[in-house]
């Protein structure tokens, strides 16, 4: 499975932003999706995942209300629309996927994981 993540740049706090997740060769469409984002001199932490069948999805505290997670009908392409951007959202975000359902608990933890993309900047300036 490759993973291609893109959409990440430079935006002032309070706008949106659309981040995308591409995924190819072998078939992810009855796994699980999913946005992590590591900041400057800390620990990769999870933002949003789900689960392309059988229900379950995920969002840490400081994504809801803020940002939303889309897929396409094929099930190859992950959305993140992120809105009302803040400074402290600035970091390099990584789609991830594994091939199978995650248990809605842990959709959240990236050990979870098997296939990482590249990484997309999204730096929010003040």
């Known amino acids: 499975v490759q993973l291609q993540a893109s959409g990440g740049g430079l935006v002032q706090a309070g706008d949106s932003l659309t981040l995308s997740c591409a995924a190819s060769?072998?078939?992810?469409?009855?796994?699980?999706m999913g946005w992590f984002r590591q900041a400057p001199g800390k620990e990769r932490e999870s933002v949003v995942a789900?689960?392309?069948?059988?229900?379950?999805?995920h969002f840490s505290e400081y994504s809801k209300g803020r940002f939303t997670i889309s897929r396409d009908n094929a099930k190859t392409t992950l959305y993140l629309q992120m809105n009302s951007l803040k400074p402290e959202d600035t970091a390099v975000y990584y789609c991830?996927?594994?091939?199978?359902?995650?248990?809605?608990?842990?959709?959240?933890?990236?050990?979870?994981?098997?296939?990482w993309g590249q990484g997309t900047l999204v730096t929010v300036s003040s």
């Open positions: 060769g072998r078939s992810v469409s009855s796994g699980a």
């Open positions: 991830a996927a594994h091939r199978n359902r995650i248990a809605t608990g842990s959709l959240g933890d990236l050990r979870m994981y098997s296939y």
């Open positions: 789900i689960n392309w069948s059988g229900g379950g999805t």
